[in-house]
């Protein structure tokens, strides 16, 4: 079992920047972090992921403006969000996936206001 605790999200305005946390209880037999959200009304989307060695990916949709990136010492991984749009307002959701399952955060809220 994996617990996770999300932090970090807020209400923004465009082009502003946050950072989202998203802490977990173990790092053992981890794979992968990700990073998903969900926007009203939509089906929840790939945001962001990073492997245990370090291999990341990311939605065309947030490339070159996201940057996800994992602490080994404190068992977290972060999410940093530049150049906020509109559309990113959304939950955004901390995944791990690890060799015990999948596990899911409680969201957290980013909201983008113009």
């Known amino acids: 079992q994996v617990q996770l605790v999300e932090s970090g999200g807020g209400l923004v305005q465009v082009g502003d920047s946050l950072a989202l946390s998203c802490g977990f209880s173990?790092?053992?037999?981890?794979?992968?972090i990700a990073w998903h959200r969900q926007a009203p009304g939509k089906q929840r989307e790939f945001v962001a992921s990073?492997?245990?060695?370090?291999?990341?990916r990311y939605s065309n949709s947030v490339k070159d403006r996201f940057t996800i990136s994992r602490n080994n010492a404190d068992n977290t991984a972060s999410l940093q969000m530049t150049s906020l749009k509109l559309e990113d307002t959304a939950v955004y959701y901390c995944?791990?996936?690890?060799?015990?399952?999948?596990?899911w955060g409680q969201g957290t809220q980013v909201t983008v206001s113009s």
């Open positions: 995944n791990v996936h690890a060799i015990s399952g999948d596990y």
């Open positions: 990073i492997t245990w060695a370090g291999y990341i």
């Open positions: 173990t790092r053992n037999g981890i794979n992968y």
